[in-house]
């Protein structure tokens, strides 16, 4: 998995008719390390995290991707479909099919914890089962990007700590990881750096310790409600609440 070349965007600008989601925003994740994507409701997070799997096309700028792996980009959507008859196993080897001859589904099976399960259907698979299902899909093919977009939302704590871990593992194991998340524990526990998108601007960047540290904040709460701007904040979450067709499944 391990690559020289991490992710690099350049300058990317998304607008969906008159409305500018993401404005001119750069950053890169280096080989190894995760960087978490944070930000309020309606940021931008899953428009930068599209772009840069190559999903959506930007208006303008660049993102230059490892190209390591039989594939080089696994995804996480935000919500994950799988085929609900299929069961853990056969899902996993209908992606590695995909992805090409011999490769393997049963290391990311085992990877995530899943392999006790292998037989049971996706329709009786847990939230947190899924996401894991999620997560094993998207390394399928030893990929050397792993976008992962809200892996832990609304799992127990103790789901939510085997997720991030297995997240740390896999960029351990040398795949540039970028996560999506509002789960500020997790970002203290595995971020090597992150991005703080406001209104499709990058208003931060920086390890955990840095951002507290340029704030005087005492946790990553406070220091995130310190540098996103506030004004209109009733505007901006009515228009992330307003309806719209991704029509994401579960791969890249
Ligand atoms: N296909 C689309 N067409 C029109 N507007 C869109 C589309 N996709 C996203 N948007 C708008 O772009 C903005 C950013 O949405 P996005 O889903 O990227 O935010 P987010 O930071 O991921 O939000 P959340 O944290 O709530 O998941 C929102 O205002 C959203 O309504």
Redesign the pocket.
């Known amino acids: 998995m391990t690559d020289t070349v991490g992710l690099d965007v350049e300058a990317v600008t998304v607008s969906?008719?008159d409305?500018t989601?993401?404005e001119d925003v750069s950053f890169g994740v280096d080989p190894g390390t995760v960087t978490c994507l944070i930000?309020?409701?309606?940021?931008?997070?899953?428009?930068?995290?599209?772009v840069i799997t190559g999903l959506l096309q930007p208006d303008s700028g660049t993102v230059t991707r490892p190209t390591t792996g039989a594939r080089p980009v696994g995804y996480l959507a935000?919500a994950p479909a799988f085929r609900s008859q299929f069961s853990v196993r056969e899902t996993l080897s209908f992606y590695a099919d995909l992805v090409g001859e011999d490769v393997d589904s049963d290391s990311a099976m085992e990877r995530v914890g899943l392999g006790g399960v292998r037989d049971r259907r996706v329709e009786a698979l847990s939230g947190g089962m899924t996401r894991l299902l999620g997560i094993a899909q998207a390394t399928i093919g030893d990929p050397g990007l792993l976008v992962l977009?809200?892996p832990s939302s609304g799992l127990d704590p103790m789901m939510s700590h085997h997720i991030t871990e297995t997240i740390a593992e896999l960029a351990d194991e040398g795949a540039a990881v970028i996560v999506?998340t509002?789960d500020l524990g997790a970002v203290s526990r595995i971020a090597d750096d992150t991005v703080l998108?406001d209104r499709?601007h990058v208003a931060a960047t920086g390890a955990p310790n840095e951002l507290l540290a340029d704030t005087g904040a005492s946790d990553l709460e406070e220091a995130m409600s310190a540098l996103v701007s506030h004004e209109g904040d009733e505007v901006?979450t009515r228009?992330?609440q307003?309806p719209?067709?991704?029509g994401e499944g579960g791969d890249a």
């Open positions: 969906f008719g409305l989601v993401i930000g309020p409701n309606g940021s931008g997070k899953t428009t930068l995290l599209r935000q977009d809200e999506a509002h998108i499709g901006a228009t992330a307003s719209r067709a991704n």
